[in-house]
Protein backbone atom coordinates (compact mmCIF):
# COMPACT_ATOMS: atom_id res chain seq x y z
CA UNK A 1 0.00 0.00 0.00
CA UNK A 2 1.30 3.37 -0.72
CA UNK A 3 1.44 6.17 1.95
CA UNK A 4 -1.96 7.39 0.94
CA UNK A 5 -3.23 4.62 1.39
CA UNK A 6 -1.69 4.19 4.53
CA UNK A 7 -3.09 7.77 5.78
CA UNK A 8 -6.30 7.34 4.37
CA UNK A 9 -6.33 4.58 6.28
CA UNK A 10 -5.35 6.38 9.57
CA UNK A 11 -7.86 9.08 8.59
CA UNK A 12 -5.11 11.43 7.74
CA UNK A 13 -5.72 14.10 5.16
CA UNK A 14 -3.06 14.51 2.67
CA UNK A 15 -2.59 18.36 1.67
CA UNK A 16 -0.32 19.78 -1.15
CA UNK A 17 1.01 23.36 -1.74
CA UNK A 18 2.21 23.92 -4.56
CA UNK A 19 4.02 26.72 -6.26
CA UNK A 20 2.38 27.17 -9.29
CA UNK A 21 -0.82 28.60 -11.14
CA UNK A 22 -4.54 27.43 -9.96
CA UNK A 23 -4.56 25.62 -13.66
CA UNK A 24 -1.63 24.27 -13.24
CA UNK A 25 -2.74 22.80 -10.04
CA UNK A 26 -5.97 21.26 -11.32
CA UNK A 27 -4.01 19.88 -14.59
CA UNK A 28 -1.76 18.02 -11.98
CA UNK A 29 -4.24 16.51 -10.05
CA UNK A 30 -5.92 15.11 -13.33
CA UNK A 31 -3.09 13.55 -14.33
CA UNK A 32 -2.06 11.79 -11.31
CA UNK A 33 -5.10 10.89 -9.93
CA UNK A 34 -3.98 12.91 -7.28
CA UNK A 35 -7.18 12.61 -4.11
CA UNK A 36 -5.53 14.71 -0.96
CA UNK A 37 -6.33 18.38 -0.64
CA UNK A 38 -4.29 21.19 -3.12
CA UNK A 39 -3.88 24.70 -2.71
CA UNK A 40 -1.37 26.73 -4.47
CA UNK A 41 0.93 29.50 -3.11
CA UNK A 42 2.67 31.23 -6.08
CA UNK A 43 3.90 34.36 -3.61
CA UNK A 44 5.93 31.36 -1.78
CA UNK A 45 5.27 32.87 1.74
CA UNK A 46 4.29 30.07 2.85
CA UNK A 47 7.33 28.50 1.79
CA UNK A 48 9.43 31.44 3.47
CA UNK A 49 7.46 30.52 6.59
CA UNK A 50 8.42 27.11 6.81
CA UNK A 51 11.84 27.77 5.99
CA UNK A 52 11.60 25.42 2.76
CA UNK A 53 15.01 25.62 0.78
CA UNK A 54 15.20 28.17 -2.13
CA UNK A 55 17.56 28.42 -4.91
CA UNK A 56 19.55 27.63 -8.64
CA UNK A 57 22.43 25.67 -7.00
CA UNK A 58 19.81 23.35 -4.92
CA UNK A 59 18.17 22.94 -8.15
CA UNK A 60 21.02 22.32 -10.06
CA UNK A 61 23.02 20.18 -7.72
CA UNK A 62 25.28 17.46 -8.39
CA UNK A 63 23.27 14.93 -6.39
CA UNK A 64 19.96 16.10 -7.98
CA UNK A 65 21.40 15.52 -11.55
CA UNK A 66 22.40 11.89 -10.61
CA UNK A 67 18.29 11.49 -8.75
CA UNK A 68 17.20 13.14 -11.99
CA UNK A 69 19.30 10.61 -14.12
CA UNK A 70 17.89 7.83 -11.98
CA UNK A 71 14.28 8.76 -12.35
CA UNK A 72 14.53 9.00 -16.23
CA UNK A 73 16.12 5.45 -16.01
CA UNK A 74 12.92 3.98 -14.26
CA UNK A 75 10.66 5.48 -17.10
CA UNK A 76 10.31 9.23 -15.54
CA UNK A 77 9.75 11.96 -17.98
CA UNK A 78 9.76 15.52 -16.71
CA UNK A 79 6.65 17.19 -18.50
CA UNK A 80 5.74 21.03 -18.30
CA UNK A 81 6.71 22.45 -15.37
CA UNK A 82 4.58 24.98 -13.51
CA UNK A 83 5.81 27.53 -10.60
CA UNK A 84 9.08 28.71 -9.41
CA UNK A 85 12.41 26.81 -10.87
CA UNK A 86 14.15 27.22 -7.87
CA UNK A 87 11.81 26.35 -5.00
CA UNK A 88 12.37 22.92 -3.33
CA UNK A 89 9.99 21.24 -1.68
CA UNK A 90 9.06 19.91 1.97
CA UNK A 91 7.08 17.42 4.40
CA UNK A 92 5.70 18.26 7.47
CA UNK A 93 3.37 16.48 10.14
CA UNK A 94 1.13 18.95 11.38
CA UNK A 95 -1.45 19.42 14.06
CA UNK A 96 -3.89 19.33 15.62
CA UNK A 97 -3.74 23.24 16.48
CA UNK A 98 -0.11 24.11 17.87
CA UNK A 99 1.30 20.85 17.02
CA UNK A 100 4.82 20.80 14.38
CA UNK A 101 5.52 17.09 14.91
CA UNK A 102 7.40 15.96 12.15
CA UNK A 103 9.76 18.39 9.34
CA UNK A 104 11.70 17.59 6.35
CA UNK A 105 13.01 20.37 4.07
CA UNK A 106 14.30 19.19 0.83
CA UNK A 107 17.84 20.01 0.73
CA UNK A 108 18.03 19.73 -3.34
CA UNK A 109 15.93 18.31 -5.70
CA UNK A 110 14.68 14.29 -5.28
CA UNK A 111 16.18 14.74 -1.35
CA UNK A 112 13.11 13.42 -0.31
CA UNK A 113 11.27 12.49 3.35
CA UNK A 114 11.70 9.15 4.48
CA UNK A 115 7.80 7.56 4.29
CA UNK A 116 8.38 5.69 6.62
CA UNK A 117 9.45 8.39 9.60
CA UNK A 118 6.37 10.56 8.21
CA UNK A 119 4.40 7.79 8.87
CA UNK A 120 5.34 6.98 11.83
CA UNK A 121 4.85 10.59 12.60
CA UNK A 122 1.78 10.33 11.70
CA UNK A 123 0.73 8.09 14.03
CA UNK A 124 3.02 9.09 17.05
CA UNK A 125 0.12 9.92 19.71
CA UNK A 126 -2.33 10.50 16.96
CA UNK A 127 -5.86 11.37 17.72
CA UNK A 128 -7.23 9.27 15.36
CA UNK A 129 -6.12 5.54 16.23
CA UNK A 130 -6.31 3.33 12.80
CA UNK A 131 -9.22 1.17 12.29
CA UNK B 1 11.77 24.72 14.18
CA UNK B 2 9.25 24.39 17.17
CA UNK B 3 6.18 25.38 16.63
CA UNK B 4 6.53 28.22 18.78
CA UNK B 5 9.12 29.80 16.71
CA UNK B 6 6.83 28.81 13.01
CA UNK B 7 3.48 30.47 14.69
CA UNK B 8 4.92 34.14 14.00
CA UNK B 9 6.08 33.33 10.49
CA UNK B 10 2.29 32.12 9.62
CA UNK B 11 0.50 34.93 10.79
CA UNK B 12 -1.36 36.44 7.99
CA UNK B 13 -0.71 33.88 5.33
CA UNK B 14 -3.12 32.16 3.41
CA UNK B 15 -2.88 29.68 0.75
CA UNK B 16 -5.32 29.53 -2.40
CA UNK B 17 -8.14 26.92 -2.86
CA UNK B 18 -8.43 25.26 -6.66
CA UNK B 19 -11.72 27.02 -6.23
CA UNK B 20 -10.07 30.42 -5.97
CA UNK B 21 -10.74 30.62 -2.11
CA UNK B 22 -8.27 32.32 0.41
CA UNK B 23 -7.46 30.10 2.85
CA UNK B 24 -6.17 31.07 6.02
CA UNK B 25 -2.73 28.66 6.33
CA UNK B 26 -3.08 27.49 10.04
CA UNK B 27 -6.68 26.54 9.27
CA UNK B 28 -5.61 23.36 7.52
CA UNK B 29 -4.38 21.86 10.91
CA UNK B 30 -7.12 23.49 13.02
CA UNK B 31 -8.55 20.43 14.66
CA UNK B 32 -6.69 17.64 12.83
CA UNK B 33 -3.61 16.13 12.30
CA UNK B 34 -2.33 16.52 8.48
CA UNK B 35 0.66 15.91 6.27
CA UNK B 36 1.37 18.69 4.82
CA UNK B 37 3.51 18.57 1.34
CA UNK B 38 5.05 21.57 -0.15
CA UNK B 39 5.42 20.75 -3.85
CA UNK B 40 8.49 21.72 -6.43
CA UNK B 41 6.62 22.11 -8.88
CA UNK B 42 3.29 21.06 -10.82
CA UNK B 43 4.89 18.85 -13.75
Known amino acids: MD?????????IPLVAVGSGSPGGARHFVEKLHFTGEMYVNQDLSAYRAFKVERGFWKTFAPAS??????????????????????????????GPGNA???QHRNKFAGDHAD?????AAVLRDSPVQPA | MTYDELKPRIVGITVQSLQG??????????????????LRHFG
Open chain 1, 100 to 102: LIF
Open chain 1, 65 to 94: LIRGIQAMREGFRQGRMDGDNWQQGGVFVM
Open chain 1, 3 to 11: IKGKLDEAG
Open chain 1, 115 to 119: LDAVL
Open chain 2, 21 to 38: NEVRLDSLWEGRRIVLAF
